[in-house]
């Protein structure tokens, strides 16, 4: 029988690749999220939330052809037995939103949002099937400014977060130069879309594969690092020389950048489109006194998503940071967006322009926690008020009350162990200042303050200035009940 | 072919029982949110996520003697074929997590965590599948401190977000005492578990179906109000008379409530513990200062989930409103919470006494703007530059960052649309302020600065002093483009 029992209870475990968030993490998340709204908010961007749940064919998630599902999304079946999951990312729903709500919305119509996503993809460090990501978009407007616009607010929100200038830089390329390049490539052919989409994904892979990589993933394939056979995209070696010689053509100003492409693709309608489109945004973005330390147009930017459909964006972190592997490398990409023109025709048929951007939040704050940029203390009440006498607790209670009153984050032991592990428990969980009273003290009309910080310190290797600072400072001492809120705020001035 | 094509187009619908939350009550909601959680951090508590998915055996899903998750759960196979499901409420995910991390963890330890839950219930108005909730929990500490102080965080929150003291009670009552009174009632006797929770949950339907409801259901059942017969416990008459004549002990103070409780379970060993922590509870609000004017002692409260296991808690706003169906009632509850000692033994074997509660995060919202508590705008930049001549986009884009810069949020308009169309825009969006300049103007030093608020201020009907004060105020003025901050300011603060 008591086998039996033990064999039904459940084993406490979390889902693979999802993450409990702890205190510290939920804190620091959430003051940068702040910041992040703030900047949104600062160029007209209003709040939106969309359901976790959509329809998959909502979401465009079904396999061609098919009425399964695809792979990388969470999906069942609803009560009426439709294909429902949980969204991947926030752009297919404000899709949905604004096909659903076209008469009433203004336009553009200007919306960020911030929310958990959810893929069915094989987890790793730093890859989760979980993460947060925060949007904002444009849409109902085809006017480059708005893609400029996009360029700006990632300069400013990274720049409001604490990254230096130099730190990080905005890049733009667009899809139709890279569709222009490829018409020339096949000398004014077309390739299928697929292929398309495949050699863009290749280019994507630069920054990881590096060129020789590259050239091997557009032409036979490659041996990738685990040994096994990656088959690559079946271009002919003429046509691989083309695209890597496009890979190299940034120059040093967007401008020059710009008179280059214009040559390559000249003579390709579309490849033409996108040059103009970039020279707009330049031109904007001149205009607005983003420079090219901010901004550049680098043609290797591709974005893996099928569906952006002129001007793409990439944000990021130039500084170097040491990888799992020991190996010393840019942090990399944190913000990626584009135009998306054809995601609210889907639903209408109507043609609405789209242009936006996506921060990944986690990606983000695991940088500004690297940078130090960000408070990561996780504790909220500093001052404990202990029960060393239980009978006494009514006493402790209005102490309590009277600190949180002064406006002091305060806790009051609830627990029902004795003095020792109540001070193990103050200082487990990061409180400065305990507070002690005994029924000797309570009739005198005194209480103790207790500096936990102070003793701690004490304890350490410290600089002769700090130590003799610390030694004229009572780690503990007593004051007059009345004086209680003046004494806690001084020790919590203390350490400040 | 078109029709092909139209044939394949989704129909843009979002999933039944689920809302698009707009601007404006995604921002109460915030702000919401900041003042509860400010509050329970004053308390001493700290923040946790946990994820949205969840093993089915984990949230204590299956159905009974089956291996399918029960009804009511959003669950589906993950890539290994076992049950996941989303959670339903976030005291399942802490007991996983407190049990995954028992021994680093503080003792007690006291988080909050606020979020979506998904419950795949009927949907009906106010009823939905996906809502938040804000939990506030202290794990490992069985003192009737830790439940005081939840009656005490219940009402500091309701009056941190403006709920004056008289529009709000806050009812604790025990399970001990409910079992001990179906032990009296079975004249020393037991009832099943089964019948006991159903006992349990008919006496929480006292509110919604009166007395003589909850008599027809204690006893052989009752048509309800759609015609449909549901069936009853079935108690014997003399069973019920008891359990009526216990809904009707509650006295004028919580120490006469006690005492009466004490006479009528008297004999019952579980019944009198759970008077006795009736009265600890009382003693440590008295101590706290919560009258009887804040949390009242409520024997009618009975809380349906089965996992409680002694006092139980709802906050309910009292103040009156009038329902969907005309009829003036109560606003209810908005808070509920309660003890649930065996929820983390579940996992570990291990006695675990915890205690917390909820707030519907929704339902509270929903009461605040009823009582107008909480601002609804939903504009975030109040400021619209517009484009007259689209030439000179680059002096708007300058105006707009000069703004930008003293802190104002400024929409730079990004449409293609012309000027009048931009107007309207504007005036759609809620802004205040329009900022307008052609070339003229450009030449001569000058903005246009638009009042839009005064030019729909003087069409209504208004009160002579306003209206001879609106008189006095240009609804549209121009200023050297040096002064343009402070003339958009001047403005915004006529209307703040």
Redesign the interface.
């Known amino acids: 029988m008591a086998r039996e029992c033990?064999q039904k209870?459940?084993?406490?475990?979390?889902?693979k690749g999802?993450?409990?968030?702890?205190?510290e993490t939920?804190?620091a998340r959430?003051t940068m999220i702040a910041t992040i709204r703030g900047v949104?908010?600062?160029?007209?961007?209003?709040?939106?939330?969309?359901?976790?749940?959509?329809?998959v064919?909502?979401l465009?998630k079904f396999l061609p052809e098919s009425e399964a599902p695809s792979g990388g999304i969470?999906?069942?079946r609803?009560?009426d037995d439709e294909w429902?999951a949980?969204r991947y990312d926030l752009t297919a729903p404000l899709?949905?939103?604004v096909?659903?709500?076209f008469q009433e919305l203004?336009?553009?119509y200007?919306?960020y949002q911030v929310g958990?996503v959810?893929r069915?993809e094989k987890p790793g460090p730093g890859r989760f099937r979980?993460f947060y990501q925060f949007d904002f978009d444009?849409v109902?407007?085809?006017?480059m400014?708005?893609d400029a616009?996009v360029c700006m607010i990632m300069c400013d929100t990274l720049e409001a977060l604490g990254v230096n200038r130099g730190d990080y830089i905005v890049k733009v390329n667009d899809r139709k130069v890279l569709n222009g390049v490829l018409e020339k490539v096949t000398a004014g052919g077309k390739l299928s879309s697929d292929i398309s989409l495949q050699v863009l994904r290749t280019i994507d892979k630069l920054d990881r594969l590096g060129r020789e990589g590259v050239e091997q993933l557009l032409g036979e394939g490659r041996l990738d690092e685990s040994g096994a056979y990656v088959e690559g995209v079946g271009l002919q070696p003429e046509q691989i020389s083309r695209v890597m010689a496009y890979l190299e053509i940034k120059a040093d100003t967007r401008q020059t950048t710009c008179d280059r492409l214009s040559e390559l693709v000249e003579g390709s309608k579309i490849g033409m489109e996108g040059v103009d489109e970039l020279r707009q945004i330049d031109?904007?973005l001149t205009?607005?006194?983003y420079g090219e330390d901010r901004v550049e147009i680098d043609p290797t930017v591709a974005r893996g998503l099928d569906y952006y459909t002129g001007p793409v964006f990439e944000g990021v972190l130039t500084f170097d940071i040491v990888d799992d592997k020991g190996v010393t490398r840019q942090f990399g990409s944190v913000f990626g967006g584009g135009r998306y023109d054809d995601l609210v025709q889907?639903?209408?048929?109507q043609k609405v322009p789209a242009t936006g951007a996506s921060i990944g939040v986690d990606r983000l704050l695991s940088a500004l926690l690297t940078l130090g940029k960000i408070d990561v203390d996780?504790?909220?009440?500093k001052v404990?008020v202990t029960r060393l006498d239980k009978k006494l607790?009514?006493e402790y209670?209005?102490i309590a009350?009277q600190l949180?009153d002064a406006g002091i984050?305060?806790?009051?032991y609830?627990?029902?162990?004795g003095i020792g592990k109540q001070f193990k428990?103050a200082s487990?969980?990061g409180r400065i200042v305990a507070v002690v009273m005994g029924s000797d003290e309570m009739e005198k009309g005194e209480v103790s303050i207790k500096d936990l910080k102070l003793g701690e310190e004490l304890s350490e290797e410290i600089g002769p200035d700090r130590k003799a600072w610390l030694k004229q400072q009572p780690a503990q001492f007593s004051v007059p009940r009345s004086d209680i809120v003046k004494a806690v705020q001084e020790v919590l001035a203390r350490h400040a």
């Open positions: 033990k209870r459940p084993i406490p475990r979390r889902l999802f993450r409990d968030i702890t205190s939920v804190r959430d949104y908010e600062r160029y007209g961007y209003t709040a939106l939330e969309t359901p976790a749940l959509e329809y064919d909502v465009g969470f999906a069942l609803d009560e429902i949980l899709s949905r939103f096909a659903m709500n203004p336009t553009p200007r919306r958990p959810y069915l979980e444009s109902g407007t085809g006017s400014l708005a616009e031109e904007a205009a607005g006194g889907r639903f209408t048929g996780s504790t909220t009440a404990l607790t009514a209670q209005k009350g949180r984050n305060t806790e009051l609830v627990g029902t162990q428990y487990d969980t």
